[in-house]
């Protein structure tokens, strides 16, 4: 289930240029990762352990679990997947190339510029919010050093980061320090970990995320004398 909420965010709120657009963008966007094209059986057992690891987490999720729920026999599970940990690799996989097309769509169809990656934060943070469950599970894991999804996390991050130093540099004509670019990452997600949490990534916590990075953005990446976002206020007590 919480797969199925991914895909119908991305490919419903977030549809992809055409081709030919796509094809004249250049290196503006992200690329998803290298997968192998997999078979419907395969993409069936991921989209099970999708819920099953939603719901259970993934220390108590067995091999069992995950073939009942995806109603394959242990042999076919085993013909794809080496443990429950190469299933939720590829589930990531799967979350993550959701995640560059989300964000791709955004970019593509904003201006170039800061605008860029307020349009890429944006979609971040809409897609962290249509499948909250699962990515309760993702997210926390990738961030682990010593898991199989951090160096996948890490190569989005990479990506992001050199998505915003080009279109500073092509419309600023400067070159920030990267440190700037991963600050303003790292901000992001602690902030979508904060609405994984800490709320029920309802619409108004959505807005309140987005207006705060919106402006964090713009201040940090504003040009002197620039008419930049005005950072939020808080909401007046009693």
């Known amino acids: 289930m919480g797969l199925q909420a991914l ?41 099970a352990a999708a819920s099953v690891f939603a719901e259970k987490g993934i220390a108590a999720t067995r091999v069992e679990d995950l073939l009942e729920a995806a109603g394959v026999s242990r ?15 590829a589930l990531y996989d799967l ?8 964000i ?3 970019v593509q169809n904003s201006e170039p510029g800061v605008a860029r990656a307020r349009a890429a934060i944006g979609a971040y943070l809409e897609y962290h919010s249509a499948a909250p469950a699962l990515l309760r599970v993702l997210q926390p894991e990738a961030m682990r050093g010593d898991s199989p ?12 980061i050199a998505l915003f130093d080009r279109e500073v540099r ?12 991963r600050g303003l990452l790292l901000s992001l997600e602690g902030l979508s970990m904060h609405l994984l949490e800490s709320t029920d990534c309802a619409p108004e916590d ?22 930049a976002t005005a950072l939020p206020l808080a909401e007046r007590q009693g």
């Open 149 to 160: 999804l951090f160096d996948k996390r890490r190569a989005v991050q990479r990506q992001l």
């Open 170 to 181: 092509t419309t600023q004509g400067r070159a920030v320090d990267a440190w700037v670019f």
């Open 7 to 47: 895909q119908r965010k991305v490919y419903t709120v977030y549809t992809l240029p055409d081709s030919t657009d796509l094809a004249s963008s250049g290196s503006t966007l992200l690329s998803p990762p290298q997968t192998p094209e997999r078979s419907q059986t395969e993409r069936d057992i991921i989209g």
């Open 206 to 227: 959505l807005s309140r995320a987005n207006a705060v990075m919106a402006a964090l953005v713009e201040n940090v990446l504003a040009l002197p004398g620039d008419d």
């Open 75 to 89: 042999r076919t599970f085993y013909k794809y997947f080496g443990s429950k940990i190469d299933a939720l690799s």
């Open 95 to 102: 979350a993550t190339e959701m995640l560059v097309s989300a």
């Open 104 to 106: 791709n769509a955004a």
